[in-house]
Nanobody, 128 residues
Framework: QVQLVESGGGLVQAGGSLRLSCAASGRTLSSYFMGWFRQVVGKEREFVTAITKSGGITYYTDSVKGRFTISRDNAKNTVYLQMSSLKPEDTAVYYC?????????????????????WGQGTQVTVSS
């Protein structure tokens, strides 16, 4: 089992940047495929980005490609989300999530049900 804690959220002006961190405790983070999701009140939680266990492959939803970068430091048991050129529509609670799957032979890493562990979320607010 792994416990996840996000940090780094806050209020930023449009065009600005933030870096979110997701620190893991318990089982080593290298055992998990990691994702970031976000949720706005009244809407479903949506996929943002994900990274393989080794960090060798990353995936992004179209709306954040070229602006967001996911990375991981397995030695520090931490996953990062660097967000740049932020837009008001990026405003949401951001969650990191861990899945023991590899998705090599199936599954959908964009779906919340594929992830066993979730952090408590961190609020990101982008003002126009």
């Amino acid at each position: 089992q792994v416990q996840l804690v996000e940090s780094g959220g806050g209020l930023v002006q449009a065009g600005g940047s933030l870096r979110l961190s997701c620190a893991a405790s318990g089982r080593t983070l290298s055992s998990y495929f990691m994702g970031w999701f976000r949720q706005v009140v009244g809407k479903e939680r949506e996929f943002v980005t994900a990274i393989t266990k080794s960090g060798g492959i990353t995936y992004y939803t179209d709306s954040v490609k070229g602006r967001f970068t996911i990375s991981r430091d397995n030695a520090k048991n931490t996953v990062y989300l660097q967000m740049s050129s932020l837009k008001p529509e990026d405003t949401a609670v951001y969650y990191c999530a861990a899945s023991p799957r590899t998705f090599d032979s199936g599954g959908d890493y964009t779906k919340t049900y594929e992830y066993n562990y979730w952090g408590q979320g961190t609020q990101v607010t982008v003002s126009s």
